[in-house]
Nanobody
Framework: QVQLVESGGGLVQLGGSLRLSCVAS??????????MGWYRRAPGQDRELVVT?????????TYADSVEGRYTISREDARKTLYLEMTNLEPEDTAVYYC?????????WGQGTQVNVSS
């Protein structure tokens, strides 16, 4: 059974930075084949896409307009870890951030990590 575990959330001031991590535990998990990504859910809102990173060696990143230029996704396959570097944070970025891994009919979600940005 594969699990995704996020970490790195917290409280940061306007303009600050955070780095989220998502570690996949359990075997087998051919992370190279999976599309990975980050989603978020702000208070009172639906979950929305933040960024995805395609698998199978393509590694194409697709960002939401609201985070383009401020967020950077990366992956370290040997460690089965996905990262999200967030800079120039705004109060509107406050949300629970979820890690996602998907391939064919297999869709995995982490439990989420809270990010709070104060003004």
């Amino acid at each position: 059974q594969v699990q995704l575990v996020e970490s790195g959330g917290g409280l940061v001031q306007l303009g600050g930075s955070l780095r989220l991590s998502c570690v996949a535990s359990g075997n087998p998990f051919p992370i190279l084949l999976y599309t990975m990504g980050w989603y978020r859910r702000a208070p009172g809102q639906d979950r929305e896409l933040v960024v995805t990173l395609s698998g199978s060696g393509v590694n194409k990143a697709t960002y939401a307009d609201s985070v383009e230029g401020r967020y950077t996704i990366s992956r370290e396959d040997a460690r089965k870890t996905l990262y999200l570097e967030m800079t120039n944070l705004e109060p509107e970025d406050t949300a629970v951030y979820y890690c996602y891994a998907g391939r064919l009919h297999d869709h995995l979600w982490g439990q989420g990590t809270q990010v709070n940005v104060s003004s």
